[in-house]
């Protein structure tokens, strides 16, 4: 264990990055943040359209609620970055 005497109220040590000041704590958190919204945001596009699809299918709408379909779906109107729409509003959250 490393004494830092002081300096441990006013800084977070880790062994890898050694004292850590805490706007970087925040930085690093934002970053970690803005990296978890772009790996979630297709998930969430997809879960959403099976939602609306199975209340549509309801309504008597002949409508596929698998998972592929949507994605064929999603690729073939808007391309890859269809599954990223409404990205801005995830990554300013």
Known sequence: ????????????YTPLF?????????V???F??????????P????KTRIIIASESRGLGMDVSTKP?????KI??????TGFYSGLGGGVLR
Do not use: R
Request: net charge negative; with cysteine.
């Open 32 to 41: 970690g943040g803005i990296i978890a919204t772009c790996i979630v945001q």
């Open 68 to 72: 592929i379909d949507i994605c064929k």
């Open 18 to 26: 050694g004292a850590i000041k805490p706007i970087k704590n925040y």
């Open 1 to 12: 264990m490393v004494d830092l005497g002081e300096q441990s109220t006013h800084f977070l």
């Open 43 to 46: 998930i969430d596009i997809i």
């Open 75 to 80: 690729v073939s109107e808007k391309g890859f």
């Open 28 to 30: 690093f958190g934002g």
